[in-house]
């Protein structure tokens, strides 16, 4: 099966300008952000691994405790081109699930671009893609 009939086509896109809080603000139901050019072609891709960064205390945090999480200043106004993977592994529309499955066990990665010979993108693929394949046999 192609990957092109599971991949989510309603998905997040930025531009590189963008600010990490409108990132934030909108992927409240998404599980990675697609960062493209005015013509949708791609320059990157920022998936949850990468927004957990940006949260994730450092070391000296956790020796210190909440407090200084919670006093800490995150600065939201920085462009996502700031946090975002510039080389994504990418997919085609016509890959097959089989080798999507495979990519996402061989690198470790659960969130992918989906793009045309152009590199606009078309889609992403994601373990959401996988779970609502399977629901389609649960039912």
Request: charged share 25%; hydrophobic share 45%; aromatic share 6%.
């Amino acid at each position: 099966m192609p990957i092109r009939l599971v991949m989510e086509k309603n998905f997040l896109r930025l531009s590189p300008d963008d600010k990490i809080e409108k990132l934030i603000k909108e992927l409240e139901h998404q599980t990675c952000a697609v960062v493209t050019d005015d013509d949708g072609k791609l320059l990157g891709l920022i998936s949850i691994d990468e927004i957990i960064n940006l949260v994730i205390p450092p070391s000296d945090y956790i020796l210190v405790g909440l407090d200084a999480i919670k006093e800490a200043h995150f600065d939201w106004d920085r462009p996502v081109s700031d946090i975002m993977n510039p080389r994504p592994i990418i997919l085609s529309p016509n890959d097959s699930l089989g080798y999507a499955l495979e990519m996402m066990l061989e690198t470790g990665i659960k969130q992918f671009p989906v793009v045309d010979k152009k590199k606009t993108v078309l889609g992403t693929f994601s373990a959401q893609s996988i779970v609502r394949i399977l629901r389609v046999f649960v039912r």
